[in-house]
């Protein structure tokens, strides 16, 4: 993937590694989405609990982790940050939407009105939305897309270039989206949104520097490309906490 970028004449200080979730019970959540998703839940550790698919070789652009974590808050208004899931079919999307709701999701009303995806929340209130059949998620896996509202797509998609390693894709016409460079796992999609942030986002995204690069170099490069220091309460942390220029945060891992 690195040599890709160099060939494409840019180094990408970072790459996307993980989604971070917060949660007031991070165990039932993620055994929740590893349900959902037919994921797996990871070995705990002290902090996070882990769900990727079976097999997973951390970190790989196949599938992007998601990560739960624990805290106090309890969840205010609507997700800024959600997941897309794929279907196969109208059958297979109906059949999902019935999975899930076994499961302990529950539907949400977000103001979508007459659309062809559903919209549900897991059992957090999180929403999320389960989608009609497209091709163009025919080889995501189950996650079709991470969607993120922006006030500006297009003003903000070339940081999140930058940030994610990612490339320039096609898979919306209402927004922007990026993808892997090899073409796997699901896309990020920047979605135009009329709603101010007024919170700290509980859904946000994780990435780090490749294994043998400088941390506070990524770091700089970021902030350089309009990225800001913010202080959510982290305390003394191997990672950093930035907002990107909308001020959406998201955190520089330790290199990996």
Not at 1 to 27: I, N
Not at 62 to 86: Q, T
Not at 192 to 213: C, E, F, M, W
Request: proline share 11%; hydrophobic share 40%.
């Amino acid at each position: 993937m690195r040599e890709l970028m160099r060939e494409c004449g840019r180094t990408m200080p970072t790459r996307l590694v993980h989604l971070v979730v917060d949660a007031a019970d991070p165990a039932r959540l993620a055994r929740f989405w590893a349900a959902a998703l037919g994921w797996e839940v990871a070995p705990e550790e002290p902090d996070e609990v882990d769900v990727w698919p079976p097999g997973f070789s951390y970190p790989d652009s196949a599938a992007l982790p998601l990560v739960f974590v624990p805290v106090p808050e309890p969840k205010a208004g609507k997700n800024r940050v959600h997941l897309d899931l794929a279907s196969k079919s109208r059958r297979h999307q109906a059949a999902e939407v019935e999975r899930l709701l076994a499961l302990g999701a529950a539907p949400a009303g977000i103001g979508q009105r007459d659309v062809p995806w559903t919209v549900l929340a897991d059992p957090e209130g999180n929403e999320f939305c389960v989608l009609d059949p497209r091709p163009v998620y025919r080889d995501t896996g189950p996650v079709a897309a991470v969607v993120a509202d922006c006030a500006d797509p297009a003003a903000i998609v070339g940081f999140w270039e930058l940030a994610t390693g990612w490339k320039p894709a096609s898979s919306t016409d209402s927004g922007r989206s990026l993808r892997s460079p090899d073409g796997l796992g699901p896309y990020l999609e920047l979605l135009p949104s009329l709603d101010r942030k007024t919170v700290k986002n509980r859904i946000h995204l994780d990435v780090a520097p490749y294994q043998d690069d400088d941390h506070a170099a990524a770091v700089r490069s970021l902030t350089g490309a309009g990225a800001t220091p913010v202080d959510i309460g982290q305390g003394n942390v191997p990672w950093t906490v930035l907002a990107d220029p909308e001020g959406s945060e998201f955190c520089v891992l330790s290199p990996r």
